[in-house]
């Protein structure tokens, strides 16, 4: 399934900032992840004035339609590796639950007692 999320905010700072020398405004692009809460210089292009501004990360939250509403997941196997630890997985708001005996069977999947015992097996064959 293909879910795109809604971008509300973009990571690259391209915002105004007030110069405070002359007040005016300064338009300051910056990449604001590495360099949260450090200093950065700009020359005023008004007042020819350099001055020093920290960028601030705003916490980001992407947006995605749940059409299951909690009520009709749709659910799906998880690619976990060893697939004994395989649940099933709703990609549309998050949920897990634990396979039923049918879903184990119908993706094959061994239980965590069947994996750990065929583990030792194998295991004490090679010494
Ligand atoms: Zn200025
Ligand atoms: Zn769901």
């Not at 391209?14 to 360099?35: H, L, M, R």
């Not at 809460?37 to 939250?61: A, D, M, Q, W």
């Not at 649940?87 to 549309?92: L, V």
Request: aromatic share 10%; charged share 30%; with cysteine.
């Amino acid at each position: 399934m293909d879910v795109k999320p809604i971008k509300t905010r973009i990571t690259m700072i391209s915002e105004k900032a007030i110069c405070p020398y002359c007040g005016k405004e300064v338009y300051i692009e910056n990449d604001a992840s590495p360099f949260n809460g450090e200093l950065h210089t700009e020359e005023c292009p008004n007042c020819g004035k350099i001055f020093s501004y920290t960028v601030r990360v705003v916490t980001e939250i992407d947006t995605y339609k749940c059409d299951c509403q909690l009520k009709d997941h749709k659910w799906e196997i998880s690619n976990t590796s060893p697939k004994c630890f395989s649940t099933m997985y709703c990609p549309e708001c998050g949920e897990r639950r634990p396979l039923t005996e049918e879903e184990r069977k119908k993706y094959d999947i061994p239980s965590r007692e069947e994996y750990f015992k065929n583990l030792n097996s194998s295991s004490s064959e090679m010494s």
